[in-house]
């Protein structure tokens, strides 16, 4: 340890080092016109102290860097996009309109989605789904592409598989209260067996338990399930399916 250029690199004095670190400025001095190495406490104190303000000086270039790739994409951003922390954006298109961007997780996303869904950075890499609507809607929205035909009885009603699902989060606070099942019928529910799209036809809140239906009529290969919502990470009820012709 070179006492004297460790002492210039941060820009400290004999006197302001000897404060700091609690040894008297005399010993500093001594070790520094020497050349001499200090005992094993006073190397101690110098080298935490040292090692302190390296971790300092890195964690203030980080937050320096930060800030600077902040201001650049505030200098990029176009004035009519809004983005929100739950990871949602919205771009004012004229008359009254606004394209609102939500992440999308597509049929082959699935497996990273439950173990990403609470990754900041992971949710900013997903592609965006669009909808147009008229205001900027609070919540957490996601988009999902649905996988399979548990959803499809052929009727008006059905999500069929490529279907993309817009839905809000149900937070968590309210899953002790009975779900709204006579305005919202159907969810996508991330839990620990994998994403569903289902109707959930009951809820027994005691009991913390969810009664899962499928629309598809072949109850064989689509049976109801009944869900504990302990295993269940994130539940979002379906506000709007789109989907591509052909």
Not at 100 to 111: F, G, K, R, S, T
Not at 166 to 186: A, C, I, M, P, T
Request: proline share 2%; with cysteine; glycine share 8%.
């Amino acid at each position: 340890m070179n006492i004297k250029e460790l002492r210039i690199q941060f820009g400290l004095s004999q006197q302001e080092l000897a404060e700091k670190v609690g040894i008297p400025r005399g010993r500093i001095n001594g070790w520094e016109q020497r050349g001499s190495k200090p005992k094993v406490d006073d190397h101690k104190k110098l080298e935490d102290f040292f090692i302190h303000l390296s971790k300092q000086k890195l964690t203030d270039i980080q937050k320096e860097e930060a800030e600077i790739i902040g201001n650049l994409e505030g200098l990029l951003e176009p004035e009519n996009v809004y983005k929100t922390k739950s990871g949602n954006e919205f771009v004012d298109i004229g008359n009254g309109k606004i394209q609102m961007n939500i992440p999308l997780v597509e049929h082959y996303a699935y497996a990273g989605y439950l173990t990403g869904w609470g990754d900041s950075v992971f949710l900013e890499e997903l592609p965006k789904h669009s909808i147009i609507v008229d205001k900027h809607y609070r919540g957490i929205y996601r988009a999902f592409q649905v996988r399979g035909d548990s959803m499809d009885n052929n009727s008006r009603d059905s999500i069929c598989s490529g279907d993309v699902v817009v839905g809000r989060s149900v937070d968590k606070k309210y899953w002790k209260n009975k779900f709204y099942l006579h305005k919202w019928e159907d969810y996508v529910i991330i839990h620990e067996g994998g994403i569903l799209v289902k109707r959930i036809t009951d809820h027994w809140v005691e009991q913390g338990i969810i009664i899962c239906m499928s629309l598809n009529t072949d109850k064989s290969t689509y049976p109801n399930l009944e869900l504990h919502l302990s295993e269940v990470y994130e539940i979002y009820n379906v506000v709007e399916v789109s989907r591509k012709r052909g």
